[in-house]
């Protein structure tokens, strides 16, 4: 069985640090994420997608995302029900992220800052990112990974 999802999109306000009484962390916030086609008036739909942060990536996505910036989030999909204030029962559907992308640079970022990078929840807790404060494996260990410089490859090392 397969849960996976994958998400690019803009936040719709900036996310919501909390706190569990035990102190884990936990981030939520709205992907503003548009529909591949028009529908019949021409109009592009969006939709409007509840993510959920846990532990680091959540205080790292709090720290450095912002409303309108542009994100991808990889996850699962969970739907939860629970009793609210007038005794009706609510089902709610959401992405709990464990790995989550920042895709675009934002006003108050730095060049040596989470711009363009991505923070990945292990199962330990380490992650990687593009900065120089990244815990556990990086993105170095991702051959496919574009840091900007050329790729020096001869002719004949070409499959094709």
Not at 53 to 76: D, F, I, P, T
Request: glycine share 12%; proline share 4%; charged share 30%.
């Amino acid at each position: 069985m397969l849960n996976r999802i994958i998400l690019i999109g803009r936040l719709t306000a900036d996310p919501e640090l909390r706190y569990t009484p035990n102190g884990t962390a936990v981030a939520s916030f709205a992907l503003a994420v548009d529909r591949p086609r028009a529908n019949q008036n021409g109009e592009r739909e969006t939709d409007f997608i509840n993510i959920v942060v846990w532990n680091k990536l959540g205080e790292l996505s709090a720290q450095y995302l912002k409303k309108g910036r542009l994100a991808a989030v990889e996850g699962r999909l969970q739907i939860r029900s629970y009793e609210n204030r007038e005794g009706q029962r609510v089902r709610v559907a959401e992405v709990v992220a464990d790995n989550v992308r920042f895709l675009d640079r934002g006003d108050n970022t730095s060049s040596g800052g989470f711009e363009s990078s991505g923070y990945k929840q292990g199962a330990a807790g380490s992650g990687s990112g593009n900065n120089n404060n990244r815990q556990g494996g990086g993105m170095d260990d991702d051959p496919f990974v574009d840091d900007g410089r050329p790729i020096d490859i001869s002719d004949d090392d070409l499959p094709f």
